[in-house]
DNA sequence: CCTAATATCTACAGTAACTGTAGGTTCAAG
DNA sequence: CTTGAACCTACAGTTACTGTAGATATTAGG
């Protein structure tokens, strides 16, 4: 039916992918080595712009390549069972709300060090105050900041 | 007075930064080289103490090291008017906002795959369908995730 | 004074997930 | 047949560190 057959500027366009990315995935192992032309460019169908969508997909909702890995193997066998996948969109999504959270904490610190702001020099400025001494933080908003 | 001078491994403990860290910082500029002692081991004194945890304390609070320069350099001048400060902090408050925003996009999106899932095999998995095709998400809520 | 444990030193490699660059082919159009 | 776009490989750079190897320094105990 529909072999059509394209090189990798297509594929980098219909799955909204850069070039360099597509072969960078393929260095590691996340998309195969396809097939190449006499010229030797690497050549591509419409299977292999789900599987880079699929990819591009799950990086846009946060998933890291170790994650997306264990998602394209659970994809390529549908036999299996369902929970595995659950499991690592569940735990993408706690990762997820740890993260607003962390976030949030630093916005109240953050918004807090600002309203102290009264507009002189540096010599008065308590943002440079409180960013010199923890102690003035609210205890243990943000111990360890998470990316 | 309290000249009381002490090597890296202090530092790092007084500072809460490890000794590699402590180093890098140096290595980049952001700490200048301290003095040496006859064998060759950087000294220090409580006034490194105070610009580290400075320093610390701005990367808990999601300033990248570009901004802490920035901050060190007005809180080394105190004549300066506070109101670059009050910039930099802002950006950063921006920023966080708007990480958060990001984050909750793709929190709510992760809830509703996760919510379709029935439990079968991965044949039937709403999640990895959901995936594979980014027409079936809410519209536009994740058209690029930042970090 | 000698030894063993701990601390420090330099220099370099590795992390995550790409992006950018240099220098060289291949391909399609005119 | 030439030009320009697209493609190729290989490698360096990004951010902010962390980890490792192998050598020297310092300190405590016997």
Redesign the pocket.
Known sequence: MNAEIF????L?REAAC????I???EQIGLLPAPL???????LYDESWTRRLRFIRHA?DLGF???NVRILLDLADDPSKSCEAVDEVAGGQLAQVEQRIRDLQALKRELQRMLKLCQGGTVADCRIIETLGNHDLCIADTHAGNKR
């Open positions: 090189t990798i500027g297509r980098s850069n070039v360099q990315t072969r960078y995935y190449r032309s006499s010229g030797n460019q690497r990086r890291e390549l170790d």
